[in-house]
């Protein structure tokens, strides 16, 4: 999978910085799409527009929720992300970001249940 777009943004202000609770450490890696997420939080920390950035902006609401720190930088990521899916591969590009989409959400779900 591709992570890294050429498009960069500046960083967002220190004030947005990507924080999580120890406790996530763990769960980053025991829960589904937990590295793909992590990564995604990293990168909007550094205001680099990749895939996994992206994703994690569709997802920033219920991420939010669990208690994680998402900055917004990008207006329409949907859109975004499925403009940087079919640079690489335009015939794959709709599989491809249902895919990421449903990979997400199984995250979300399996942290809100291991945040009960």
């Not at 990521?77 to 491809?96: G, I, K, Q, T």
Request: net charge neutral.
């Amino acid at each position: 999978m591709v992570r890294k777009s050429n498009v960069d943004t500046p960083a967002p202000s220190s004030s947005v910085a990507f924080q999580h609770s120890p406790a996530w450490e763990g769960l980053f890696e025991l829960l589904p799409g937990g590295e793909l997420v992590r990564q995604g939080l990293e990168d909007n920390r550094k205001g680099v527009k990749t895939i996994p950035a992206l994703l994690v902006q569709i997802g920033a609401s219920r991420l939010r929720n669990l208690g994680l720190t998402v900055p917004k930088f990008v207006e329409d990521p949907e859109s975004v992300l499925y403009d940087l899916l079919s640079e690489h591969d335009s015939d794959s590009a709709h599989s491809r970001y249902n895919a990421l989409i449903r990979t997400l959400v199984s995250f979300e779900r399996a942290a809100e249940c291991a945040k009960k």
